[in-house]
C-alpha cells in the first residue's frame, strides 16, 4: 500500500522522509514536488485548508501512487491512505509541546458563520460538513506504535492567538487537542476518492498567546521523523476492507 503525506512546507516533509531516507526520489507531479521514500509520498501543499485540499486532490487524480516519471521503481500502486501531517499547537494541558497527537476527529473550527449570538458551523447552516472521522482502528494502532495522544484536532484558517479564543475553542470543542491548519481539507480531498484519512500532528507550541520564545519546533520536527519511522509496520499490518469516510 502507498500513502500520500500532505505537508504544509518543505521542512515539515523533510521531516516525514527523514524517517526513511536521506535521499528521497523527487517527482515532478501536476501542481507540486513529490518526494517518494519507501511506501510514502510526500507532497508540501503549503499552508492553510484550501492550498492543502489542492495538492492532495492534485496528487490523487494524477495517479501520482502508481508509477511516475522515469526510474520510479516497483512497488508503487494506487494510494491507500492520505496523512495530513507536520508541527502543531497543543491544547495544554493535554497536548505538552513536545508531544504527539493522531487525530481521532478532523474537525472544521471556524468553517460557518458568525452570529450575534455567537459561531453558527457550516451544519448548522443546512449544507456542508464540519469533521471528518479516521479509521478508528488505525488511529488506536498508530497511537500506540507512536505513543500518541488522540483527540480531535481542529482546522483553523487564522492561528489561535488568545487565551480567549483557546478557550473559546476548548468550549466548542472540548475534546480537541490541538490545532493546525491543513487537516480539513486533506481530508476533503481524500474524500472525494473515497481514500481514508489520518492526521498526526507533533505540538510545537501551546494553543493561545504567541510566544515565539516558547515555541519547539526543531524538537516537534524532530518527533514527527521518530512517529514516522515507527508507522511503516503498523500500515503494513492494516488489511482490508476499511471502513470508509
Same mark, same amino acid.
Request: charge should be negative.
Given at each position: 500500500m502507498r500513502v500520500l503525506v500532505v505537508t504544509a512546507v518543505p521542512v515539515e516533509r523533510d521531516a516525514v522522509t527523514r524517517a526513511f531516507t536521506d535521499r528521497p526520489q523527487v517527482l515532478d507531479v501536476p501542481g507540486a514536488e513529490l518526494h517518494r521514500a519507501g511506501a510514502f509520498d510526500v507532497v508540501a501543499g503549503g499552508a492553510g485548508p484550501a492550498s492543502a485540499a489542492a495538492a492532495a486532490a492534485f496528487a490523487l487524480a494524477s495517479g501520482a501512487g502508481a508509477e511516475v516519471g522515469p526510474g520510479a521503481g516497483a512497488g508503487a500502486g494506487p494510494y491507500g491512505l492520505v496523512v495530513s501531517a507536520g508541527i502543531g499547537g497543543g491544547f495544554a494541558p493535554d497536548? *505538552?509541546?513536545?508531544? @504527539? &497527537?493522531?487525530?481521532?476527529?478532523?474537525?472544521?473550527?471556524? +468553517?460557518?458563520? !458568525?452570529?450575534?449570538?455567537?459561531?453558527?458551523?457550516?451544519?448548522?447552516?443546512?449544507?456542508?460538513?464540519?469533521?471528518?472521522? *479516521?479509521?478508528?482502528? @488505525? &488511529?488506536?494502532?498508530?497511537?500506540?506504535?507512536?505513543?500518541? +495522544?488522540?483527540? !480531535?484536532?481542529l482546522t483553523v484558517s487564522t492561528v489561535t492567538g488568545s487565551a480567549g479564543r483557546a478557550a473559546a475553542l476548548r468550549t466548542a470543542h472540548p475534546h480537541a487537542v490541538?490545532?493546525?491548519?491543513?487537516?480539513?481539507?486533506?481530508?476533503?480531498?481524500?474524500?472525494?476518492?473515497?481514500v481514508p484519512v489520518l492526521e498526526i500532528r507533533a505540538v510545537s507550541n501551546?494553543?493561545?498567546?504567541?510566544?515565539?520564545?516558547?515555541?519547539?519546533i526543531g524538537d516537534a520536527l524532530a518527533a514527527l521523523t521518530e512517529a514516522f519511522g515507527k508507522l511503516t509496520p503498523v500500515l503494513e499490518g492494516w488489511?482490508?476492507?476499511?471502513?470508509r469516510l
Open positions: 497536548a *505538552p509541546v513536545g508531544s @504527539l &497527537v493522531v487525530a481521532s476527529g478532523i474537525v472544521a473550527a471556524d +468553517l460557518g458563520a !458568525e452570529t450575534p449570538d455567537g459561531f453558527v458551523p457550516v451544519t448548522a447552516l443546512g449544507f456542508g460538513r464540519e469533521r471528518f472521522v *479516521p479509521p478508528p482502528d @488505525l &488511529v488506536r494502532d498508530v497511537a500506540a506504535a507512536t505513543g500518541a +495522544l488522540t483527540g !480531535e484536532v490541538a490545532e493546525a491548519m491543513e487537516g480539513f481539507g486533506v481530508a476533503e480531498a481524500a474524500e472525494r476518492l473515497r501551546a494553543v493561545g498567546p504567541r510566544d515565539r520564545n516558547a515555541w519547539r488489511t482490508t476492507p476499511h471502513d
